[in-house]
T-cell receptor
Framework: NAGVTQTPKFRILKIGQSMTLQCTQDMNHNYMYWYRQDPGMGLKLIYYSVGAGITDKGEVPNGYNVSRSTTEDFPLRLELAAPSQTSVYFC???????????????FGPGTRLTVL | KQEVTQIPAALSVPEGENLVLNCSFT??????LQWFRQDPGKGLTSLLL?????REQTSGRLNASLDKSSGRSTLYIAASQPGDSATYLCAVRKGSQGNLIFGKGTKLSVKP
């Protein structure tokens, strides 16, 4: 299993540009998450999804959008990038179901985004 | 509002020393607590998860304890090794569907 993969690894955007951060997991997890981590800070939840077609806002959703059309993919869209969105973005997944609940979240390697 | 604090922010110890990392949280009504490890430029790796009904969890040289009433958790690392050098993050979950609230982490350096 590749686990959770994220692309790209690095990206520089100009103010006002848009982009999509890709996230894919091959563990058949139903839950997926997007976090951002600013320098010297803990992670903050942007959006999460409990299954295909279902998404919900986290702590810091402004300026972002998500969709979940398949179990495997959970892309994060940045519209009109701003310098305040300079951060490292992590995608994560976990499994919760009748057969056993696991709260352990598995993280991707991150995307380092700079907005200039 | 739940806040998670980790002290110290950084710690440097010689190899072989036993050490304790601290995590405190302001709202004792948590669902569970997790400790993660983060290596530079990498994602997070889950180390230990303690459910609210549990007092501790162990994995190899790691032992995490939870005292909900006092809003504290500790991560004990025995016989530290240079490979343990990383940032250790603590996170709490309020409910079964709640967000994970993270602390800022403790950066650990183990000197050979």
């Amino acid at each position: 299993n590749a686990g959770v993969t994220q692309t790209p690894k690095f990206r520089i955007l100009k103010i006002g540009q848009s982009m999509t951060l890709q996230c894919t997991q091959d563990m058949n997890h139903n839950y997926m998450y997007w976090y951002r981590q600013d320098p010297g800070m803990g992670l903050k939840l942007i959006y999460y999804s409990v299954g295909a077609g279902i998404t919900d806002k986290g702590e810091v959703p402004n300026g972002y959008n998500v969709s979940r059309s398949t179990t495997e993919d959970f892309p994060l869209r940045l519209e009109l990038a701003a310098p305040s969105q300079t951060s490292v973005y992590f995608c994560a997944s976990s499994y919760s179901g009748a057969g056993g609940y696991s709260d352990t979240q598995y993280f991707g390697p991150g995307t380092r985004l700079t907005v200039l | 509002k739940q806040e998670v604090t980790q002290i110290p922010a950084a710690l440097s110890v010689p190899e072989g020393e036993n050490l304790v990392l601290n995590c405190s949280f302001t709202d004792s009504a948590i669902y569970n607590l997790q400790w993660f490890r983060q290596d530079p430029g990498k994602g997070l790796t889950s180390l230990l998860l303690i459910q609210s009904s549990q007092r501790e969890q162990t994995s190899g040289r790691l032992n995490a304890s939870l005292d909900k009433s006092s809003g504290r958790s500790t991560l004990y690392i025995a016989a530290s090794q240079p490979g343990d050098s990383a940032t250790y993050l603590c996170a709490v979950r309020k409910g079964s569907q709640g967000n994970l609230i993270f602390g800022k982490g403790t950066k650990l350096s183990v000197k050979p």
